[in-house]
């Protein structure tokens, strides 16, 4: 994972949620109709869990059989991505394909995004085709499923946020000799050779936060005792595959610094933004507990627009009430801007999080003014305006 510290104040903010994946909408075991079409049009071969599974191998890059691509934004790939997985976003393809130019055509590449209902995938695939890989798959459950069933790998930012709020039991799974010469502040030794003499350190509750790291991304030992956690019923197990080489290379103290650095300390948040919507955590986010309450009882305020940037088949099929359809991905940000309601605060949402946060985003680097125009970090899936939210957690 790159671009750590580019992103640092934008994951602080979002997510970056405590539980660091998005749960997909329970109703879905199977590509929706739009995706579907996709992966027919474009003839491509689906793979599910198991399969990625032993793609994966130990987890750490050097172990891989094929190369998984996430088509998610930069953002929902730093807080919560499948192990050893590369970034290449369907809206920012070209910027990073260049990840790939040493990789074989014959290669297999493995694409996937937010779950069943996430076009990505089958879009990335097929410019990968297009790009004369040969061997690309998808894997249609995606990120949501992985997370139920095992462990995410996580970016710097992500831990660097969990670390200073002590928010999560942070393990160094390097030999104790490594651990007492340098480390993460926080951290405990739970070499991954020890593990079964340890095991009794770990939290007695299994939904607490876990993070594990060890020496880099060709280290394995995190992933053991990931996978060894996983087996155990552990609920929130996530591994850091930068490790310390990553954390120090960020410019992040360790244990063998004089003193760790500190941030200079920030303004205190306002809580509401002008018009009076409440913010969330995350940057540019819109509470979306307060949001989803109002929703399902009717009781959005005027001064709030919601703007559906999903495509308009999908918004036919069903949107939140009073939502106005914009597809901000065909877009350019003066395009998008330009066709906005005035003097409304602007709410962007979609299915899983990643278009709404890519429609901010994309005004954002523009410069424009954004002081009222906010996104809406949650799965949703909508049977006209019956509407099931759920609101991914800000991070704690």
């Not at 901000?328 to 946060?357: Q, W, Y």
Request: proline share 4%.
């Amino acid at each position: 994972m790159k671009r750590v510290l580019k992103n640092s104040v934008l994951i602080s903010f979002l997510l970056f949620n405590g539980f660091v994946y998005s749960q997909e909408v329970e109703s879905l075991n199977k590509p929706t109709e739009a995706v579907y079409e996709l992966i027919k049009k474009y003839n491509l071969e689906e793979v599910d869990f198991n399969y990625v599974k032993s793609a994966i191998g130990n987890g750490n890059r050097n172990s891989v059989s094929s190369i998984l691509i996430d088509a998610r934004p930069e953002i929902k790939y730093q807080r919560g991505t499948i192990p050893s997985s590369l970034n290449i976003p369907d809206t920012n393809f070209d910027e990073y394909y260049n990840i790939l130019k040493d990789i074989p055509k014959d290669k297999e590449l493995i694409v996937y995004c937010g779950g069943y209902n996430c076009t990505k995938s089958p879009t990335v695939a097929k410019l990968l085709r297009d790009k004369g890989h040969k061997n690309v798959k998808v894997y249609s459950a995606g990120e949501p499923e992985w997370a139920k069933k095992s462990y995410l790998e996580i970016d710097t930012s992500v831990v660097k946020v969990y670390q200073e709020n002590n928010s999560a039991f942070i393990v160094d799974a390097r030999p104790y000799v490594k651990f007492l010469q340098e480390t993460i502040p926080g951290a405990i030794s739970i070499p991954d050779t020890e593990l079964d003499k340890l095991i009794g350190r770990f939290p007695i509750n299994k939904n607490e936060k876990i993070v594990i790291f060890c020496g880099g991304f060709s280290c394995e030992k995190s992933h053991i005792i990931a996978n060894k956690l996983i087996s155990l019923d552990y609920k929130d197990v996530t591994v850091y595959a930068g490790g310390l080489p990553a954390w120090k290379e960020s410019g992040l103290g360790t244990t063998a610094n004089a003193k760790v650095k500190k941030e200079e300390k920030t303004e205190k948040k306002e809580q509401f933004s002008k018009n009076g919507m409440k913010l969330g955590v995350d940057e540019g986010s819109v509470d979306g507990e307060w949001l989803k309450k109002l929703i399902l009882e009717d009781k959005v305020p005027e001064f709030i627009q919601i703007v559906d940037v999903t495509a308009p088949n999908e918004f036919k099929n069903g949107h939140i009430k009073g939502a106005i359809n914009i597809e901000a991905a065909k877009l350019t940000a003066e395009e998008l801007i330009s066709k906005l309601p005035k003097g409304k605060t602007i709410i962007f949402n979609c299915t899983a999080g990643g278009r709404s946060i890519e429609a901010w985003a994309k005004l954002k680097a523009k410069k424009f003014d954004i002081s009222e125009i906010y996104y809406l970090d949650a799965n949703i899936s909508c049977k006209g305006n019956d509407c099931k939210i759920d609101v991914n957690e800000p991070l704690e």
